[in-house]
């Protein structure tokens, strides 16, 4: 069982359009991460989210971490085929400190 | 770059053997983590160090260890190889134990 629910699995879309990648849980985390992988590369932490309700920018990336820590989601703006990659979403346990993972999403990008 | 580095890059050997994967963290960091990556299991946490010490263990089989050497490199052995063993190795550095980590570029193990 996931601790850490990311939908959807797998988005094709096309050059231009926007997208919502969402990473649920049912526990609190302390702080939420986002990272991006390319294939046989490892994964790039894009953001950091503390604060419940904290919303941050990244060019046409936009990360929200909900009210009560327990989901966040990603919004890209007009996606570009660099985009496409797996996005990981990444919670830290409040007891314990570890990093959790979510299974990913894969993103691709068509020109 | 992340600044944290792994070898070997790649790493094909047979069910039985022993292999070692080593890992650089960034410079600065103290703390090491271990990561498996495979298909089915997504990304799964193995085991942290800190400073040298074992600070927090994951899904780590008794059949892998690691540890942290003085100068702050880590190293993984993997002993009595599966097939299922096969996936992608990942470690990754922090300053502190519970800061962002920074992950290296893997170490991918094929078992034949």
């Known amino acids: 069982t996931q601790l850490l629910e990311q939908s959807p699995q797998f988005l094709s879309i096309q050059e231009g359009e926007n997208l919502t990648v969402y990473c649920n849980s049912s526990s609190v985390f302390s702080s939420l991460q986002w990272y991006r992988q390319e294939p046989g590369e490892g994964p790039v932490l894009l953001v950091t989210v503390v604060t419940g309700g904290e919303v941050k920018k990244l060019k046409r990336l936009t990360f929200q971490f909900g009210d009560a820590r327990k989901d966040s989601s990603l919004h890209i703006t007009a996606a570009q085929p660099g985009d496409t990659g797996l996005y990981l979403c990444?919670?830290?346990?409040?007891?314990?400190?570890?990093?959790?993972f979510g299974a990913g999403t894969i993103l691709r990008v068509k020109s | 770059d992340s600044g944290v580095t792994q070898t070997p890059k790649h790493l094909i050997t047979a069910t039985g053997q022993r292999v070692t994967l080593r890992c650089s963290p960034r410079s600065g960091d103290l703390s090491v983590y271990w990561y498996q990556q495979s298909l089915d299991q997504g990304l799964q946490f193995l085991i942290q160090?800190?400073?040298?010490?074992?600070?927090a263990k994951g899904n780590i089989l008794e059949r892998f260890s690691a540890q942290q050497f003085p100068d702050l490199h880590s190293e993984l052995n993997l002993s009595s190889l599966e097939l299922g063993d096969s996936a992608l190795y990942f470690c990754?550095?922090?300053?502190?134990?519970?800061?962002?980590?920074?992950f290296g570029p893997g170490t991918r193990l094929t078992v034949t």
């Open positions: 160090y800190y400073n040298g010490e074992e600070r």
């Open positions: 990444a919670g830290r346990q409040e007891y314990g400190n570890k990093l959790v």
């Open positions: 990754a550095s922090s300053v502190l134990t519970g800061g962002e980590q920074y």
